[in-house]
């Protein structure tokens, strides 16, 4: 699969405004961009850590993934996200692996990306996001 970078770690948290502080005033990083995605049910907040996001996740419904997660586990990391090259086909790979996948086809995430999880039974207890960013020509 090779992917290329961890594109970003998931945290999921009860409250953006009540989280986002903590990020800013006690480890120093800036909030960039502050983006809502319906078909998910979440809000979310970014956070560079060098090359690396941080991305804060509070549920918009409390029937919705991450209201479950922060019921079930508490607040705290929800999945990290590999960022790959043609997504398809690495979902494609991880299927003929034996990988049980959450999204057969890759849908639009936060921030433009063309995003596909995998199932945690299948990958050691840990949700894990594929990511392409489409809009970025490949070599």
């Known amino acids: ?24 005033n006690v480890l120093g990083l800036k909030c960039y961009n502050i983006e809502e995605v319906a078909d998910q049910r979440v809000k979310t907040a970014f956070f560079m850590v060098g ?15 991450v209201s479950k997660f922060i019921e079930k586990r508490g607040e705290g990391i929800h999945h990290i996200a590999f960022a790959v090259e ?6 494609r790979e ?11 086809q890759p849908r639009r995430g936060a921030e433009g990306l063309s995003i596909a999880f995998m ?11 594929l990511c392409e960013n489409k809009s970025i020509t490949k070599r």
């Open 51 to 65: 090359q690396t996001k941080i991305e804060l996740l509070e549920s918009t419904d409390p029937e919705g993934p």
């Open 1 to 24: 699969m090779k992917p290329t970078h961890i594109e970003h770690i998931g945290i999921a948290v009860n409250s953006l405004a009540e989280a986002i502080p903590f990020y800013e």
């Open 86 to 91: 043609n997504i398809e086909d690495r979902l």
């Open 94 to 104: 991880a299927e003929a692996a034996g990988i049980k996948l959450i999204d057969i």
């Open 119 to 129: 199932h945690p039974k299948s990958t050691f207890g840990v949700l894990t996001e």
